[in-house]
């Protein structure tokens, strides 16, 4: 079965850009209640995900840095340690199994590399057991 199907589109999904500040990411994660979030750059492509966990690394390694100054470190300067796979649009659900075993999420992104939507590990995991069970 397509992905298609159980995308969360992009106009339904918080996300940051790389050009946001570290604070402005930390904002976002605070509102949406998110332990991780993707990023798109100017194009609008999928360029990663930065985590809770990235945050936390940028604030013990960066001397002086603070939650007062965060506003002056860029998205696109912190190290991600996790890496959250993308799949394409035209992805069937049996290839999904496998990225939900360590992602909370799946970034759906098109030919191009424009992220379209995400697919939570929630859908998959409920789409197996409905089709284990019946």
């Known amino acids: 079965m397509e ?5 969360l589109p992009k106009d339904q999904v918080a ?3 790389s050009s946001m500040s570290m604070l402005q990411a930390l904002e976002q994660l605070e509102q949406h ?3 991780a979030i993707p990023i798109i ?5 999928y360029i990663g995900t930065l985590s809770e ?3 936390l690394w940028m ?3 960066t001397p002086g840095l603070t939650f007062d ?4 470190v860029m998205v696109s300067e912190i190290q991600k340690h996790v890496h959250n796979e993308s799949v394409l ?9 496998t990225l939900a075993a360590d992602q909370n999420f799946v970034p759906v992104i098109d030919d191009s590399g424009v992220f379209l939507g995400i697919i939570r590990r929630k859908d998959i995991i409920e789409y197996y057991t409905r089709n284990i069970t019946d």
């Open 15 to 17: 996300f940051i850009t």
């Open 3 to 7: 992905i298609s199907s159980f995308l």
């Open 69 to 72: 100054n965060m506003q002056e």
């Open 59 to 61: 604030l013990r390694k």
């Open 33 to 35: 209640h998110y332990t």
């Open 53 to 55: 966990g990235d945050l």
């Open 41 to 45: 750059d100017a194009e609008a492509k």
């Open 89 to 97: 649009i035209n992805a069937q659900m049996e290839d999904m199994l």
